[in-house]
């Protein structure tokens, strides 16, 4: 996979590109990914990129041009061009997996109060937030997609079942995870993993995922197709969780009295 970045501050991803699993990925050519200043396409005499805003208001607009020439050098037939922009659709696993199937994915940093529109409308495929909150920039919206993009790359992480247990992957939050000592500050991990017993183990784990995901995001359970399993898992969880709110309010009047 070629990944381009078009930034006007290219220096915020030298660690980001070098650094540990990304670094890994790019020295094994599973992608290579390079950052194209926008400023070195402006053909001002001060390497202006940004202009005041037709209509006026705050803030400044960076301009067409230096965009539009940015993306012209590294476009092909097969680029998927992405805007990062907090009007963009909300990013999530499902569009990060279908973006890692892509050839070559240009992503545009946005600056000041964004960009002109006429580059929006005529040369963007797709328009991308990483979430409901304004960022100064677009940069660090792009090492995110970046990062998650390509951790899931074949051949990037040592084990691909271990993006298969991910939060996300499979619809669910991941299963809680313990190492090293069995016991830490007097907690234990949970017996059963200890047991050896992978059919048992596996159990667990998937009766774990489903019970942090009812507790913390139930919407996801809802999208969710549950197996039968899952289905009888849900129902305990549900049932104990019933029951553990009784207890609850039991012990709340117990101690108002
Ligand atoms: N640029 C500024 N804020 C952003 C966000 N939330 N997502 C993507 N790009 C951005």
Redesign the pocket.
């Known amino acids: 996979m070629k990944i381009d970045i078009l930034t006007l501050f290219p220096e915020m991803f030298t660690n980001f590109i070098d650094a540990s699993i990304i670094g890994r990925a790019v020295n094994k050519n599973i992608v290579t990914i390079n950052c194209i200043n926008i400023r070195d396409f402006s053909k001002d005499k001060h390497r202006r990129v940004d202009d005041y805003p037709f209509g006026g208001g705050a803030g400044m607009v960076m301009s067409p041009e230096p965009i539009y020439n940015a993306i012209s050098s590294v476009k092909s037939e097969k680029s998927k061009i992405i805007y990062?922009?907090?009007k963009?659709r909300t990013?999530n696993q499902h569009i990060a997996n279908n973006l890692s199937l892509e050839e070559h994915i240009i992503l545009l940093?946005?600056h000041y109060e964004g960009i002109d529109n006429r580059v929006v409308e005529a040369y963007i495929d797709d328009e991308?937030?990483?979430?409901?909150?304004?960022?100064?920039?677009?940069e660090i919206?792009a090492m995110a997609v970046v990062d998650s993009i390509v951790r899931l790359l074949p051949g990037v992480l040592n084990n691909q079942q271990s993006f298969v247990d991910d939060s996300h992957f499979n619809g669910l939050l991941e299963y809680p995870q313990y190492t090293r000592p069995r016991i830490f500050n007097g907690m234990e991990v949970p017996e059963v993993l200890l047991s050896g017993n992978h059919e048992k183990i596996n159990k667990w784990r998937k009766y774990e995922s489903l019970k942090i995901t009812y507790e913390r995001r139930p919407d996801m359970i809802e999208a969710k197709n549950l197996d039968k399993e899952q289905q009888e898992m849900l129902k305990d969880i549900i049932k104990s969780t019933m029951n553990a709110s009784v207890d609850n309010n039991n012990l709340e009047n117990k101690n108002k009295l």
């Open positions: 990062l922009t907090p963009g990013y940093c946005g991308i937030s990483i979430g409901d909150y304004v960022l100064t920039g677009g919206a």
